[in-house]
């Protein structure tokens, strides 16, 4: 079975280039974000999400590279 592939592009519409972003568990909104990881972290868990769901914004459009 393939993997599932998300669209994140209108959730994260407005959010800086390179800024970590944490999702709520389900995936549905955006809690929080940050320049850096511990701080999208902690202010997601300062709403009461123990667990939530953590990526960066790429730096430029397109796909991922490796």
Do not use: C, H
């Not at 929080?32 to 902690?42: F, G, K, S, T, V």
């Amino acid at each position: 079975m393939a993997p599932m592939v998300t669209d994140f592009a209108k959730l994260l519409e407005g959010i800086p280039a390179g800024a970590w972003v944490a999702l709520s568990e389900s995936e549905d909104g955006v809690l929080a974000y940050a320049a850096e990881l511990d701080d999208a972290i902690r202010k997601a868990r300062e709403q009461g999400e123990e667990n939530p769901v953590v990526l960066r914004v790429p730096q430029s459009p397109g796909p991922f590279q490796f």
